[in-house]
């Protein structure tokens, strides 16, 4: 079966703080892809990042980090220097690599705020 | 600019009353997905549909129905059989180019 846990349900930070949200992934799939979204107070999905399975690399894009660790079954995002604007609620997804039929798999979100 | 509507955006539901939830997108991504969002919850697969005049059942297909007759709208209706349909529903397309791509969501509550 597959599987995503946030165990974080909410997190609270102060600006300018770094903060990291943690996804444990479960699968059977050897490809599969994972992702980020991030949704504001407005309700839309943002997607933030795609990663498949054969990329272990770390990506970093501004003040946004992911580490992902297949040895572990984890996809943490890291945000640096946290603003106001990045409170929201954010998703990690797993989904199947798959040229037909693609389901997304949702964690259950890590609401995080960012306080002045 | 290509994207997906979801309309109206708020809808509020009488005890008993069937609802549609409208979908309609213009990237001519042949997948599309009905998702709904309960508070602290993460997003559930309701239906899901790879091509038109065909869809499948998701996770928690009981009390909603959909149809597929165009490839650019995949409407779900909110059935009085659905007991507790308070909540957020989400429609998301797919395809090779753009991958994922999300509405901006309809808040239904049940009045």
């Known amino acids: 079966a597959q599987k995503v846990t946030q165990a974080q349900t909410e997190i609270s930070v102060v600006e300018k703080e770094d903060v990291t949200l943690d996804c444990v992934y479960e699968?059977?799939?050897?490809?599969?892809?994972l992702f980020w979204y991030k949704q504001p107070p407005s309700g839309e999905l943002v997607f933030l990042i795609r990663?498949?399975?054969?990329?272990?690399q770390n990506e970093i894009s501004g003040r946004y980090s992911w580490n992902f660790q297949k040895s572990t079954s984890s996809f943490n995002f890291t945000i640096t220097a946290s603003q106001v604007v990045d409170s929201a609620v954010y998703f990690c997804?797993?989904?199947?690599?798959?040229?037909?039929?693609?389901?997304?798999?949702f964690g259950a979100g890590t609401r995080l705020a960012v306080h002045p | 600019d290509g994207g997906i509507t979801q309309s109206p955006k708020y809808l509020f539901r009488k005890e008993g009353q069937n609802v549609t939830l409208s979908c309609e997108q213009n990237?001519?991504?042949?997948?599309m997905y009905w998702y709904r969002q309960d508070p602290g919850q993460g997003l559930r697969l309701i239906y899901y549909?790879?091509?038109?005049?065909?869809?499948q059942k998701g996770d928690i297909a009981e009390g909603y129905s959909v149809s597929r007759e165009k490839k650019e709208s995949f409407p779900l209706t909110v059935t009085s059989a659905q007991k507790n349909p308070t909540a957020f529903y989400l429609c998301?397309?797919?395809?090779?180019?753009?991958?994922?791509?999300f509405g901006s969501g309809t808040r239904l509550t049940v009045v």
């Open positions: 997804a797993l989904s199947r690599f798959s040229g037909g039929y693609n389901k997304l798999i």
């Open positions: 699968t059977r799939d050897t490809t599969y892809y």
């Open positions: 990663r498949n399975s054969f990329d272990e």
């Open positions: 990237l001519n991504h042949d997948a």
């Open positions: 549909s790879q091509i038109v005049n065909d869809f």
């Open positions: 998301a397309s797919h395809g090779p180019i753009y991958g994922y791509t």
